[in-house]
């Protein structure tokens, strides 16, 4: 047993929340000590962005992944032929995959919620000779790109830190910022994954253990969000021995934007 416990959200925002630092929430705007934090079932959390400030600080060289590696080649394939691809990759950290993508002649905007995490994957990305937009963006807030401006999305673990309605929301903006027939793909943890179950419950599959949100997915959840993408196929794996950093259980999702 993983010791799992419902929390009133309201001590949760009191108790846990480091009033030093700025609080982070999940797709809403802090709130006034004296609101009450109500909000599609969201919770004021420890500051999100602070936390993985910390991690890209003490992890400033990314884990290595054939899997990652896959990956990369799987959604190239997703794109629809065209000989101008832009594309969009969401939680981009220190760079890997951003860089990656650029090497094969893509045009790579990226976005992550952490300022040191984009620092690093400019310096990155600048040692390896290649060219990256990348911004500092919370992915729970609408997307500063035109409609129908990326050939695809990739998101490789960046997707499942939210509840049910802002994950909605994000697909649905990803499918604004998607031209019809672009192809998305991301990963997420699964609820077979070693976390679920783990710390503070926040939502429905999501909790908060020693400072991280982490929210789980399972194929007929995934199906469920996916409302504007069609051809959608998921897939679990495990990565253990060769990411020792973070192994676990999770799934992969690719898709293709439905017409409009």
């Not at 993983?2 to 999940?26: C, H, K």
Request: with cysteine; charged share 30%; net charge negative.
């Amino acid at each position: 047993m993983f010791g799992r416990r419902s929390i009133d959200l309201e001590s949760y925002v009191l108790n846990r929340a480091d009033p030093r630092r700025r609080q982070g929430t999940l797709g809403v705007m802090p709130l006034k000590e004296e609101q009450r934090p109500v909000t599609d079932g969201l919770s004021t959390v420890p500051d999100q962005r602070a936390i993985w400030d910390d991690w890209h600080r003490t992890h400033t060289s990314a884990s290595r992944s054939s899997n990652a590696h896959n990956l990369v080649d799987e959604f190239v394939d997703l794109l629809p032929h065209s000989e101008d691809h832009r594309i969009l990759e969401v939680g981009c950290g220190q760079g890997r995959e951003a860089i990656a993508l650029a090497r094969m002649g893509l045009a790579v905007d990226a976005i992550d919620l952490s300022p040191l995490a984009v620092a690093l994957a400019r310096e990155n990305a600048q040692k390896a000779g290649v060219t990256l937009s990348i911004i500092e963006h919370d992915a729970a807030e609408l997307l500063p790109y035109d409609s129908y401006r990326f050939a695809g999305v990739f998101a490789h673990l960046s997707l499942h830190y939210f509840d049910e309605t802002t994950t909605r929301k994000i697909l649905a903006e990803l499918a604004r910022v998607t031209m019809p027939g672009g192809g998305i793909l991301f990963t997420v943890r699964s609820v077979h994954d070693r976390f679920y179950g783990r710390g503070d419950q926040v939502d429905e599959n999501l909790f908060c253990f020693e400072g991280h949100v982490r929210g789980f997915f399972d194929k007929q959840h995934v199906r469920s969000v996916l409302i504007d993408w069609d051809e959608c196929s998921e897939e679990y794996y495990d990565i253990a021995g060769e990411r020792r950093d973070n192994p676990g259980s999770f799934l992969k999702v690719t898709a293709k934007r439905r017409p409009t």
